[in-house]
């Protein structure tokens, strides 16, 4: 079975600080992974995904994860906080002919300090 | 391109009430799926329709839960009765095949808030 684990489920951070939210996901067989980002009162969407092509992937808005098999993370990151990322962010994982099911983990909330 | 289309927005409801929630998917779609995000927790999946077939309902609660999809175009999701634990963000999300998640223009809408009291 999949699971995907957010350690934190709220991070707070300073504009133009580093962003880091962590990532972990379980799966027996090589997953496919994603980062879906959701503003208060609106559905999901997609910031980047990893589908076993480069092991570092960007994403929209400056956002990038990179995927660690032997860790097994696939943790977000992006250099510089702007106000406009505090949302709550959900890494999700896709098993290969899973017909597209996603499995999400709890979500992590970012909060950006003037 | 339109996006994927939820109504209502929010419902609030008693216990032991019913409720239906619509769904229009991005036009030329040919996968549906419904979501439960309960507060604090990442979303769910409840059912995933291919064209006017059901894929996977295992995590539907067939007793209170039921869906369809007329004609491989617009769904519904109906819960009765509901209960207190029922309360929570019902997505509705669509793509154009069963390729990878998150690939292909898979787009969710802004879903409907439910409550229950």
């Known amino acids: 079975a999949q699971s995907v684990t957010q350690l934190g489920s709220h991070v707070s951070v300073s504009e133009g600080a580093l962003v880091l939210l962590r990532c972990n996901y379980s799966?027996?067989?090589?997953?496919?992974l994603f980062w879906y980002v959701q503003y208060p009162n609106q559905g999901l969407q997609l910031l980047l995904k990893?589908?076993?092509?480069?092991?570092l992937v960007k994403g929209i808005n400056g956002f990038e994860a990179e995927f660690k098999k032997s860790e097994t993370s696939f943790h977000l990151t992006k250099p510089s906080a702007h106000m406009s990322d505090a949302a709550e962010y959900f890494c999700?994982?896709?098993?290969?002919?899973?017909?597209?099911?996603?499995?999400f983990g709890k979500g992590t909330k970012l909060s950006v300090k003037p | 391109e339109a996006g994927v289309a939820q109504s209502p927005r929010y419902k609030i409801i008693e216990k032991r009430q019913s409720v239906a929630f619509w769904c229009n998917p991005i036009?030329?779609?040919?996968?549906l799926y419904w979501y439960q995000q309960i507060l604090g927790q990442g979303p769910k999946l409840l059912i995933q329709f291919q064209n006017n077939g059901v894929v996977d309902d295992s995590q539907l609660p067939k007793d209170r839960f039921s869906a369809e999809r007329l004609k491989g175009v617009d769904s519904t999701l109906k819960i009765q009765p509901a209960k207190l634990e029922d309360s929570a963000v019902y997505l509705c999300a669509s793509s154009p095949g069963t390729g990878i998640a998150g690939d292909r223009g898979y787009t969710f809408g802004s879903g409907t808030r439910l409550t229950v009291v």
């Open positions: 799966s027996s067989v090589p997953p496919y």
């Open positions: 036009s030329g779609h040919a996968t």
């Open positions: 999700a994982v896709s098993v290969r002919g899973s017909q597209g099911n996603l499995i």
């Open positions: 990893y589908t076993s092509a480069a092991t």
